[in-house]
């Protein structure tokens, strides 16, 4: 599990995700454009800033191996 059981939220910010998923945020908007991350959207009057449903993300990131110590092979 990525995140805390204890954290209830329905999404997160694109620093947050980024954060705990490890990666880049300029990569994870990066992907998230290309349609690439499920449960990505964009909130705010011009769709600039980007969510991402906690759900989703976390079983997302457990498929592409995401629970790996040191990111997976050598």
């Known amino acids: 599990m ?15 995700a980024a954060r705990v998923l490890g990666i880049p945020p300029r990569t994870l908007r990066r992907h998230a454009a290309e349609g690439a991350i499920p449960g990505a959207f964009r909130i705010g ?4 800033h980007w969510r991402f449903r906690t759900d989703i993300l976390e079983c997302w990131f457990e498929r592409q191996g995401g629970g790996r110590k040191n990111g997976g092979s050598r």
């Open 45 to 48: 009057k011009q769709r600039s």
């Open 2 to 16: 990525i995140l805390s059981s204890l954290d209830k939220r329905r999404s997160i910010g694109l620093t947050e």
